[in-house]
T-cell receptor, first 115, second 114 residues
């Protein structure tokens, strides 16, 4: 069975510092994608970053980077230079070649950025 | 703005009633997914359509049904509503079917069953 685990229910970070949100996954598929989404208090789901299982380099999108360690089955999100607007719930998700692209989500991590 | 629209934004109804949630995918996207987000179950996949055909089913109750129309918009029908159906329902769309397809989410419909 495929599974996403986010072990940090809540995290705090000081403004302008970097923070790492953990995500581990479990799948027997060779081809899969890993995603991070941000959900602010307003409720919408905002796509942040994607990493394919065959991508050799870690994905980066502005202040977001994904620390992909395939052998350890981890896909941690790194947010650099945190801003107050980064305070939100963050979800790690996975889709794979065997499941038509549907996303399996972790339980989420609530991030609070302190001024 | 993701380009995915959902209506209505909020819906309050009573137990036993039936409601229809509507979703319009991003221009060019053929795949539509429905997800339910509740406090106790988290984010769960319900059902997926691709170019009008059902492609995958998740933890969708028999009281729930969906369809995708020729213009690619999709509707999720929830009937015989129960208190436990109160949740945030998301529609997402993507270009294709593969695991590499980014899914873009609509703003969600918050359903409250009283």
């Amino acid at each position: 069975a495929q599974k996403i685990t986010q072990t940090q229910p809540g995290m705090f970070v000081q403004e302008k510092e970097a923070v790492t949100l953990d995500c581990t996954y479990d799948t027997s598929d060779q081809s899969y994608g890993l995603f991070w989404y941000k959900q602010p208090s307003s409720g919408e789901m905002i796509f942040l970053i994607y990493q394919g299982s065959y991508d050799e380099q870690n994905a980066t999108e502005g202040r977001y980077s994904l620390n992909f360690q395939k052998a350890r089955k981890s896909a941690n999100l790194v947010i650099s230079a945190s801003q107050l607007g980064d305070s939100a719930m963050y979800f790690c998700a996975m889709s794979s070649s065997s499941n038509t692209g549907k996303l399996i989500f972790g339980q989420g991590t609530t991030l609070q950025v302190k001024p | 703005d993701s380009g995915v629209t959902q209506t209505p934004k909020h819906l309050i109804t009573a137990t036993g009633q039936r409601v229809t949630l509507r979703c319009s995918p991003r221009s060019g996207d053929l795949s539509v997914y429905w997800y339910q987000q509740s406090l106790d179950q988290g984010l769960q996949f319900l059902i997926q359509y691709y170019n009008g055909e059902e492609r995958a089913k998740g933890n969708i109750l028999e009281r729930f049904s969906a369809q995708q129309f020729p213009d690619l918009h999709s509707e999720l029908n929830l009937s015989s509503l129960e208190l436990g159906d109160s949740a945030l329902y998301f529609c997402a769309s993507s270009e294709g079917l593969g695991s590499y397809n980014e899914q873009f989410f609509g703003p969600g419909t918050r359903l409250t069953v009283l």
